[in-house]
């Protein structure tokens, strides 16, 4: 029996296909290395890289108020100090109250706060967020060595 595959339907085979082209790269992505091949990766590199990169700030906002807060902390954070983790700022928009700015290192929010949309608070809300990310970032270094004594 011959069956004829309308235009609708080659459309759907075809997002089928990269359906399940993208589900098995996702696969390969998510894929331990250990189980990929006799390549491991060391114990010193950081769980929070992406794809081998380390020390990154990541922008993930969206108003001009999140944009300003992002480039003065990267403006002070840079000269203060650096780390192999990655620093993910992150913004939700409200038009009439400002935004509620996040900083997060690995799983972790360490400041969160909203910001008007005046600029006279934001230096004070990127001190006020170095200051709690310094005091994790050497909460984790303690408790790491700390937990090399034993």
Known sequence: MVRFINHRQNLLIQHLLWIFALMLC???????????????????????????ISGLI???????V????YEAFT????????TTQNIVISEL????????????IGEKIVFRRLLPP???DLEEAVS???????????????VQQELEMY
């Open 58 to 64: 990541v922008d993930e906002t969206r108003t001009v």
């Open 118 to 120: 005046r600029l006279g």
């Open 26 to 52: 996702g696969i390969y992505l998510v894929t331990p290395q250990a189980t990929l091949g006799s390549t491991q990766v060391s114990s010193e590199e950081s769980e929070d890289s992406f794809l081998g």
């Open 66 to 69: 999140g944009r300003n807060f």
């Open 93 to 104: 928009a409200d038009p009439r109250f400002g935004s509620i700015i996040s900083v997060q």
């Open 128 to 142: 006020m967020a170095i200051t709690n990310l310094r005091q994790t970032l050497t909460d984790q270094e303690r």
């Open 75 to 82: 403006a002070q954070w840079t000269n203060l100090s650096s």
